[in-house]
């Protein structure tokens, strides 16, 4: 399982500036297949988006090993 975060420049553990794009699955040999992120929000600055593991225990927090990362352009 895992979740995808627009993240801002200022996010820390302290004061999180984060959104979440989604989540998804993958197949047993790591595929997914059409995954779209999308938010109701206008991105106002860029940032970082990066997808995480997330334990599907509905907790919403941002938590789990980040897997992939890079930057945004709004």
């Known amino acids: 399982h895992y979740e995808c975060w627009y993240v801002a420049a ?4 302290a004061d999180p500036d ?3 794009a989604g989540s998804f699955e993958v197949t047993a040999d ?3 297949t059409d995954v779209r992120m999308w938010t109701v929000v206008k991105l106002m ?3 970082l988006t990066m ?3 997330h334990e ?7 938590t ?4 992939l ?5 709004s």
């Open 30 to 32: 790591g595929r997914a």
């Open 45 to 47: 600055a860029p940032g």
């Open 51 to 53: 997808i995480v593991t």
């Open 56 to 62: 599907p225990d509905n907790d919403p927090r941002r």
């Open 64 to 67: 789990g090993r980040v897997v």
């Open 18 to 20: 984060a959104l979440s």
């Open 10 to 13: 200022d996010d820390s553990p």
């Open 69 to 73: 990362s890079g930057r945004v352009n």
